[in-house]
């Protein structure tokens, strides 16, 4: 992939998510948009769910996790906004937080999947969203965006796709663009799930978040390391 000039702040992309745990995947993928968008990822992670326990590592832990990988990593920042506010945790609610920051002139996108976007009619107050923001939506070969879009969404994005980065710095929000991504292995399911297993994890994931999860015993690994855990 051809890499554009890095310019700072010339367009404000956050990656949202748990990163429950963060892996490689997570890593490629904002490794990729730096490089083929010129410009800085912003890991922001989600605040615990509201009523219920976190279901693997809690919000203070994940953060931790991603300051670990991200320290030294040029052109990646951790931004924290979400886990400091009251209450559920709306995109809407935090794009609408950017804006009073950033001001309605400043290019912002986010940064998703393309099973997020597909998922775009069941956020809140969804189609607000194109007024706040663009979407930058990192696909793999073979998914769902190559087919029809359902009816709604289609709809909601007709005209909006757009051809390159630049697009997106001459416009404040309402562009989408697509991020064609090799296939990267690996889940924060699958990672859960293996740890959980007691099978081989350390793979998929930096080695600063493997020994961190280690030494909290995160995810239900227990004890010291064994051989079916390495």
Known sequence: MSTSPFIPDSLLVFYGGTFDPVHNGHLAIARDARDALGCAIRFMPAAD??????????AAQRAEMLALVLDGEPGLQLDLRELHRDGPSYSVDTLRDLRA?????????????????????????WTVLFDL???IVAERPGNALDGPLPPALAEA??????????????A????????????????????????AAGEPW?????????????????????????????
Do not use: K, M, N
Not at 157 to 170: K, Y
Not at 225 to 230: D, G, I, W
């Open 49 to 58: 769910p509201p009523h219920r326990a976190p279901p693997g590592a809690d």
């Open 101 to 125: 920051e950033y001001g309605d002139a400043a290019p912002i996108a986010l940064l998703v999947g393309a099973d997020s976007l597909l998922g775009l009619p069941t956020w809140r107050e």
């Open 133 to 135: 923001a663009h979407f």
């Open 157 to 170: 994005t007709d005209g909006r796709w757009a051809d390159g980065p630049q697009a997106l710095r001459e």
């Open 172 to 195: 404040p929000a309402g562009r989408l663009l697509r991020l064609h991504q090799p296939l990267h292995p690996g889940s924060a399911t699958e990672v859960r799930r293996r740890i």
């Open 202 to 230: 350390r793979d998929l994931v930096p080695a600063v978040v493997a020994a961190h999860v280690a030494r909290h015993g995160l995810y239900g690994l227990h004890g010291p390391a064994t051989p079916a855990s390495l």
